[in-house]
């Protein structure tokens, strides 16, 4: 199974992205996608994960300004982000999780600057 991450791009602050994170195959060949994000010269970190069954989970630095959803008919997880500040600036990926898989996506740019 594949993931193809899209949707990224140059916004200025406070405007808004939607990013997509496509798989190759059921998107419940994954019992957790998530999206994670790697500015210059950081750790990649955690910005939102979505179970199977639709449970949620949220760094604390975008709680209440992204969303993470999901369209099983169309094997996609959205990343929805509203409010977006320079701090958000990064390389975002997508990961999809079970017990034998491991995926990564490639990274989708998102720079945030006036």
């Known amino acids: 199974v594949q993931l193809q991450a899209s949707g990224g791009g140059l916004v200025q602050p406070g405007g808004s992205l939607r990013l997509s994170c496509a798989a190759s195959?059921?998107?419940?060949?994954?019992?957790?996608v998530g999206w994670y994000r790697q500015a210059p010269g950081q750790q990649r970190e955690f910005v939102a994960t979505?179970?199977?069954?639709?449970?949620?989970n949220y760094a604390d630095s975008v709680k209440g300004r992204f969303t993470i959803s999901r369209d099983n008919a169309k094997n996609t997880v959205y990343l929805q982000m509203n409010n977006l500040k320079p701090d958000d600036t990064a390389v975002y990926y997508c990961?999809?999780?079970?017990?034998?898989?491991?995926?990564w996506g490639q990274g989708t740019q998102v720079t945030v600057s006036s």
């Open positions: 990961n999809g999780r079970s017990s034998s898989l491991n995926v």
């Open positions: 195959r059921s998107i419940f060949s994954f019992v957790v």
């Open positions: 979505i179970t199977s069954r639709g449970a949620s």
